[in-house]
């Protein structure tokens, strides 16, 4: 308890050499000179900074391209995998059924299909749409004329837009009490 002081010697211990130390003026200007302009010069900056936003540029523009073409990797092989899989199952369910193995298509080709059928059908119901409401058909027919007849002064043709829309809405008046009954 007590054999030792708590409290460090706050005396500083000064060293005093008997050798004079000389520096050459050279050095002593460039010291000085780099403390009191620490940063380079503005165009030296603005070249720094130019190199290094094409650098950051370039190094992103490589990064974007590796995520590319790890994402069509991936891509490909989750396709292959799953055509893997669809041709098991298809080999599995043709030897169940006794079919042959040729007639199953895959996803692929059957999605393409679908599609294609799918904006036939929607090219058939919208011909059929207009072909059963001639009255919206022919208004329809007279607000493109007249927007063709008067292509400067288009609000003359408000009297072929109220009769559209009066024709549109009769339309919709009839569909929803077409869905009440």
């Known amino acids: 308890m007590?054999?030792?002081?708590?409290?460090?010697?706050?005396?500083?211990?000064?060293f005093y050499s008997e050798t004079p130390i000389q520096f050459d003026e050279d050095v002593v200007n460039h010291l000085t000179d780099s403390s009191a302009s620490p940063s380079p010069s503005p165009e030296r900056q603005s070249t720094i900074d130019a190199q290094i936003r094409t650098r950051i540029h370039a190094e992103l523009e490589h990064l974007r391209q590796q995520e590319e073409d790890v994402k069509h990797q991936i891509e490909l092989a989750l396709e292959k995998e799953n055509l893997d899989r669809e041709r098991s199952l298809a080999g599995e369910e043709s030897e169940s059924e006794?079919?042959?193995?040729?007639?199953?298509?895959?996803?692929?080709?059957?999605?393409?299909?679908?599609?294609?059928?799918?904006?036939?059908?929607?090219?058939?119901?919208?011909?059929?749409?207009?072909?059963?409401?001639?009255?919206?058909?022919?208004?329809?027919?007279?607000?493109?004329?007249?927007?063709?007849?008067?292509?400067?002064?288009?609000?003359?043709?408000?009297?072929?837009?109220?009769?559209?829309?009066?024709?549109?809405?009769?339309?919709?008046?009839?569909?929803?009490?077409?869905?009440?009954?």
């Open 2 to 14: 007590g054999a030792g002081q708590s409290k460090a010697d706050s005396d500083e211990k000064v």
């Open 98 to 181: 006794g079919s042959e193995a040729g007639s199953v298509r895959n996803s692929t080709a059957l999605a393409g299909d679908l599609e294609e059928l799918r904006t036939k059908v929607e090219r058939f119901q919208s011909r059929q749409a207009l072909s059963e409401f001639p009255a919206v058909q022919a208004a329809s027919e007279a607000v493109v004329s007249c927007y063709k007849s008067h292509p400067t002064t288009t609000l003359d043709c408000w009297k072929e837009v109220a009769r559209f829309k009066d024709a549109v809405s009769s339309v919709e008046q009839h569909y929803i009490d077409s869905l009440r009954s």
